[in-house]
T-cell receptor
Framework: KAGVTQTPRYLIKTRGQQVTLSCSPI?????VSWYQQTPGQGLQFLFE???????NKGNFPGRFSGRQFSNSRSEMNVSTLELGDSALYLC??????????????FGNGTRLTVT | GQNIDQPTEMTATEGAIVQINCTYQ??????LFWYQQHAGEAPTFLSY????GLEEKGRFSSFLSRSKGYSYLLLKELQMKDSASYLC??????????????FGKGTKLSVIP
């Protein structure tokens, strides 16, 4: 079974630009979450989608947005990029089985550098 | 609020046993996860505890005490390939069934010969 796939692996953008990152979850996984990872803050939750609906959002400005498509693939967008947005962006998918908790399965991430 | 603390770095010798501690203070609790992350790679799932006690999985074990807000990950018979960051994460209770996790900043473990 293929794992979580994120594209692109690396991105270099300049301040003020916008960027779109893509994530394909494991087949059958309908929950997709996004996290930002930086050396200083560690992994921080951005948002989670299930059945094309955003269920939760972390404490990030409105410049960060996302969406999920009917095939569970997800995209996140960052507008008006700032230097502080440089980070590794990780997507994770999870199998939803009633009330049972299943672990997050992470992709290899997109390394975004803002100059 | 959510607060998860774990040591920043640890060093241990190949073949030895190491224990990585994690303490948490969260507004709710619906399980604790441990993940391993090698440099430049994705975090991979190691263990999950929702009830008090010890969960054993090969060379790795994880313990939880909900009353103390405390967990540890125990790695036995350390191998060089165990050099990685170990992330503790809590799933705060959410009635909507959210899979949001709150992560600690990770413990970087270095295994030396």
């Amino acid at each position: 079974k293929a794992g979580v796939t994120q594209t692109p692996r690396y991105l270099i953008k300049t301040r003020g630009q916008q960027v779109t990152l893509s994530c394909s979850p494991i087949s059958g996984h309908r929950s997709v979450s996004w996290y930002q990872q930086t050396p200083g803050q560690g992994l921080q939750f951005l948002f989670e989608y299930f059945s094309e609906t955003q269920r939760n959002k972390g404490n990030f400005p409105g410049r960060f947005s996302g969406r999920q498509f009917s095939n569970s693939r997800s995209e996140m967008n960052v507008s008006t990029l700032e230097l502080g947005d440089s980070a590794l962006y990780l997507c994770a998918s999870s199998l939803v089985r009633g009330g049972l908790v299943s672990p997050l399965h992470f992709g290899n991430g997109t390394r975004l550098t803002v100059t | 609020g959510q607060n998860i603390d774990q040591p920043t770095e640890m060093t241990a010798t190949e073949g030895a046993i190491v224990q990585i501690n994690c303490t948490y203070q969260t507004s709710g609790f619906n399980g604790l996860f441990w993940y391993q992350q090698h440099a430049g790679e994705a975090p991979t799932f190691l263990s999950y505890n929702v009830l008090d006690g010890l969960e054993e999985k090969g060379r790795f074990s994880s313990f939880l005490s909900r009353s103390k807000g405390y967990s540890y990950l125990l790695l036995k018979e350390l191998q060089m390939k165990d050099s990685a960051s170990y992330l503790c994460a809590v799933r705060p209770y959410s009635g909507a069934g959210s899979y949001q996790l709150t992560f600690g900043k990770g413990t970087k473990l270095s295994v030396i010969p």
